[in-house]
């Protein structure tokens, strides 16, 4: 979003990055506008990292009072990629470092037929070929690797900051990352409803079957989904 009047730049989100990009993101830049980043979490943060190594003066906005105020630890899946995404943030190390490892992943219908399997049962290989694949992070864990990432190349965070409007942000580029309510959206396309709906949580319950495996059971259009952490 632009700073005169906060309008969208392009009914296609995606074009912010686009303008960024020609702008100077490709390279390295002494570019002195000033960008606010509404949100903390894993797309701000990661967003927030991405402009600060292109030189980029960078803030991130967050709504929480600090870092911990609430619960978020719901596991993710993550590339692994040594061209990937988090190696070019420069946080893959110490990603791998935490990752939960999930060595085979199962699909299964609702009678508990097998309906696919990839994997493997053994992580004896070693080597390089342990470093392909996913990681299985905890998501309050890789927040806090891209919130000391961005914070060690200079990048502020407001904590308590709520934002009601994009017209309350004094800033050249105002990026909305606030979440499925996002404020920040207002000002752009309405979202369409797509029909799929995600309940996500932690469970304490351990099985030998559930250790360091993926399930997935497909009952229709509903699935239920067991990762490792």
Same mark, same amino acid.
């Given at each position: 979003?632009?700073?005169?009047?906060?309008?969208?730049?392009?009914?296609?989100?995606?074009?912010?990055?686009?303008?960024?990009?020609?702008?100077?993101?490709?390279?390295?830049?002494?570019?002195?506008?000033?960008?606010?980043?509404?949100?903390?979490g894993i797309g701000g943060?990661?967003?927030?990292?991405?402009?600060?190594?292109?030189?980029? %003066?960078?803030? =991130?906005?967050?709504?929480?009072?600090?870092?911990? !105020? #609430?619960?978020?630890?719901? &596991?993710?899946? /993550?590339?692994?990629?040594?061209?990937?995404?988090?190696?070019?943030?420069?946080?893959?190390?110490?990603?791998?470092?935490?990752?939960?490892?999930?060595?085979?992943?199962?699909?299964?219908?609702?009678?508990?037929?097998?309906?696919?399997?990839?994997?493997?049962?053994?992580?004896?290989?070693?080597?390089?070929?342990?470093?392909?694949?996913?990681?299985?992070?905890?998501?309050?864990?890789?927040?806090?690797?891209?919130?000391?990432?961005?914070?060690?190349?200079?990048?502020?965070?407001?904590?308590?900051?709520?934002?009601?409007?994009?017209?309350?942000? %004094?800033?050249? =580029?105002?990026?909305?990352?606030?979440?499925?309510? !996002? #404020?920040?959206?207002?000002? &752009?396309?309405? /979202?369409?409803?797509?029909?799929v709906s995600v309940v996500?949580?932690?469970?304490?319950?351990?099985?030998?079957?559930?250790?360091?495996?993926?399930?997935?059971?497909?009952?229709?259009?509903?699935?239920?989904?067991?990762?490792?952490?």
């Open positions: 979003y632009g700073s005169n009047n906060h309008k969208p730049i392009d009914k296609k989100p995606c074009r912010l990055l686009h303008t960024l990009s020609k702008s100077g993101v490709g390279a390295k830049t002494t570019t002195r506008k000033k960008i606010v980043i509404v949100g903390g943060l990661g967003a927030g990292v991405a402009l600060r190594q292109k030189g980029f %003066d960078c803030e =991130v906005w967050e709504r929480d009072a600090f870092f911990g !105020s #609430r619960s978020q630890g719901f &596991g993710m899946t /993550l590339n692994a990629d040594g061209c990937g995404p988090l190696a070019k943030l420069g946080v893959l190390e110490e990603c791998r470092k935490l990752s939960c490892e999930s060595r085979c992943h199962w699909t299964f219908d609702k009678n508990g037929r097998v309906l696919g399997y990839y994997g493997r049962f053994s992580s004896s290989a070693g080597g390089d070929e342990e470093r392909g694949g996913n990681l299985r992070v905890q998501r309050q864990q890789l927040r806090r690797v891209l919130l000391d990432k961005f914070q060690s190349l200079g990048g502020k965070i407001q904590w308590n900051k709520r934002v009601q409007d994009a017209s309350e942000v %004094d800033a050249d =580029v105002v990026v909305g990352a606030d979440g499925v309510n !996002s #404020r920040i959206r207002t000002c &752009g396309p309405d /979202l369409v409803d797509v029909g996500v949580g932690l469970s304490p319950y351990r099985h030998p079957l559930l250790e360091k495996q993926g399930i997935y059971v497909q009952d229709g259009p509903h699935r239920l989904i067991t990762m490792p952490i």
